[in-house]
């Protein structure tokens, strides 16, 4: 493991192990363990009273998910509360009740400036009749058969947040029938009652799409298409890194280490395993002028920006992964150092969860860990800088994680199968980004469906990695990838398929890809170019009606592209996860004759 619960700090090692020979740092402290929760500062998901009965089947959903935008209820004058479900930007919650679909529901939608405040449920004989729901713009919703007061706060039998707070989900439980004689609710401070408002500041944190670099074998690997090695190369990168995630999730901030550069004097966060010789960091780099994503000069005195690197690496199979963010408009008091530690305490809850998180939750939860570690001014920039996408998009970060061994951790309520698509961008002249999907009984594991950019293929030179790091074979180029996750909604004897669409940046070419996992059969593929405009193309049709190939690879060419898909196995995964290696094309040939 990469350092003992209960081992003392020493100046040249951790616990007794051996440093690293490919970093050059003195280790100068540790982790401090984390602060209680700071007031003002507490985004933990919280229950009200339950109104009715708190026995029989319970459920359970969405809380993370949030902003609630929609909930439906339907009710019977017969049983009564025999319908709920919770929508959410890009998902919903499992339907629950056993009403007859002739059965009418009744909505409440939620636009973008409004939030459930209160409710209360009317129960009778056993039976929850009605329903009554407030907004944060004083009006109210009825369903069912209700009574009392009106007004926010005069029914002293109704139930609401408190101030600057928002109900999440509605969770309750069920009869032997089916019926919901129970119904509570749950709620969270809201992230915006950080942030001061007005006109727009420039704070900003953009994701880093996962990266994985290469060295010259790996390269031509690549280049010829050899997927399986590069596949094993990544089955030997997550048997040897995966024991530090395990060794993070049992022990928390005695993982982890505080290193300094000697030369440089930057100080980050490191965790590593002695007997692989493998490593996670979290660094932070001020004012980087390198990175080729971060074009956004500061030219206020008062502000900075910086990168977030966070980063794995196997010795053994010379393989670096790296993920992490851009940060615009900081401000300039924030250190690296104390930056880089609320991210190291990130990192947990991101093995642990981060999987079922929304991204609204996924802000929430890093601006209640900066509070709790005594950066506050970096918990109250969070809620303005992530204001325009909504939340903190964590996938990037994920799909770092899962690639290097961590979705076996994830503590999830596990479902019968799992797909993980990667599409590498191997195009050195433009961006590509997904526009579109189709799910065929799947839904995206880690909050709404979102686009996003894939940078295109280029040198490493670019890239940030902590000081001192020095490779035992160099790095030269990096591909950027997309990881998408999916998990499948139903379960009951069911598998899942995913297609998606992918468009060039200036929309004159694209490419569509497709996988489904059967239940009682081999799995299927399918991938197509696409030339001309993306966005004209009924990705839903190419998934139903276009021809799927019950193969583990697949090559098509056209438009000047070669496109490759591969999956490992087609069926059999003891633990039901698939993956999709999509590649927009193939890095060139080195120019060197690498060992084979």
């Known amino acids: 493991m990469s350092k003992l619960a209960g081992m003392p700090k020493l100046p040249a090692s951790v616990g007794g192990q051996r440093i ?113 729901v407030w907004t944060n713009d004083g009006s109210h919703k009825d369903f069912g058969k209700v009574q009392g007061a009106t007004e926010r ?53 953009k994701q880093i799409s996962a990266q994985t670099f290469m060295d010259a074998e790996t390269q031509q690997q690549w280049a010829n298409n050899q997927m399986d090695k590069i596949i094993e190369k990544r089955k030997q990168a997550a048997d ?26 930057e100080q980050y966060y490191l965790s590593w395993d002695q007997d692989t010789g493998a490593t ?55 250190s690296a150092a104390a930056i880089g530690m609320v991210f190291t305490y990130f990192i947990r809850p991101l093995i642990q969860e981060g999987v079922t998180w929304g991204i609204a939750f996924a802000a929430s939860k890093l601006a209640q860990l900066a509070a709790s570690a005594g950066v506050e001014a970096f918990a109250v920039f969070i809620p303005e800088a992530v204001a325009s996408l909504g939340g903190l998009v964590v996938a990037g970060a994920l799909g770092m994680l899962v690639a290097f061994g961590a979705l076996a951790l994830m503590n999830v309520i596990w479902k019968k ?48 990695t902590p000081p001192g790091f020095n490779p035992v074979k160099p790095l030269d180029n990096v591909v950027t990838y997309l990881a998408m996750t999916f998990e499948n909604d139903s379960t009951v004897l ?14 004159k070419a694209g490419m569509a890809l497709k996988y489904v996992v059967h239940r009682f059969s081999d799995n299927e593929i399918g991938l197509k170019v696409i030339e001309g405009d993306p966005s004209q193309f009924d990705i839903k049709n190419y998934y139903n009606n276009d021809a799927w190939v019950k193969a583990q690879s697949l090559k098509v060419e056209s438009g000047g592209y070669t496109l490759t898909g591969y999956t490992p196995e087609l069926g059999g995964n003891k633990e039901g996860v698939y993956t999709y290696e999509v590649n927009l094309g193939l890095p060139p040939p080195v120019t060197s004759n690498p060992r084979s």
């Open 240 to 265: 040897d890194v995966s024991p530090i995630f395990q060794n993070i999730n049992d022990h928390d901030e005695k993982a982890w280490v505080l290193v300094e550069d000697p030369d440089t004097k």
């Open 20 to 132: 690293p020979d490919f970093m050059n740092f003195t280790v100068i402290g540790e982790l401090p363990p984390l602060g209680d929760t700071v007031e003002g500062y507490d985004f933990t998901i919280k229950k009200s009273p339950v109104f009715g009965q708190e026995s029989g089947k319970k459920f359970d959903q969405g809380a993370v998910w949030h902003p609630l935008r929609e909930v439906k209820f339907a009710l019977s004058d017969k049983t009564g509360l025999g319908h709920y479900q919770g929508h959410y930007p890009g998902r919903s919650t499992a339907p629950v009740g056993h009403l007859p679909s002739t059965t009418k529901t009744i909505g409440l939608k939620l636009n973008k400036d409004e939030h459930i405040v209160g409710f209360r449920a009317y129960s009778s004989d056993n039976v929850i009749e009605g329903v009554r």
């Open 417 to 464: 199968y799992w797909l993980v698509l990667n599409v590498y961008n191997f195009d050195a002249e433009n961006k590509w980004g997904n526009i579109d999907h189709h799910g065929d009984n799947s839904k995206v594991s880690n909050g709404e469906w979102t686009t996003k950019e894939i940078d295109k293929f280029v040198k490493a030179g670019g890239s940030v």
């Open 153 to 205: 706060g005069q029914d002293p039998e109704a139930f609401f947040v408190p101030a600057d707070h928002e109900v999440v989900n509605f969770f309750g439980h069920t009869n032997e029938d089916g019926h919901i004689h129970g119904l509570g609710a749950s709620y969270t401070r809201r992230l915006a009652s950080l942030s001061a408002g007005g006109t727009p500041s420039g704070k900003e944190i």
């Open 280 to 334: 996670c960091w979290s660094y932070v780099a001020d004012n980087p002028t390198t990175y080729a994503s971060a074009d956004t000069k500061n030219t206020d005195a008062d502000t900075k920006n910086a990168i977030v690197s966070i980063g794995s690496y196997s010795r053994q199979s010379n393989t670096l992964g790296i993920s992490g963010y851009i940060m615009n408009s900081l401000p300039a008091t924030l």
């Open 494 to 507: 069911q598998g899942l398929g995913e297609g998606v669409l992918m468009a060039r940046e200036d929309k």
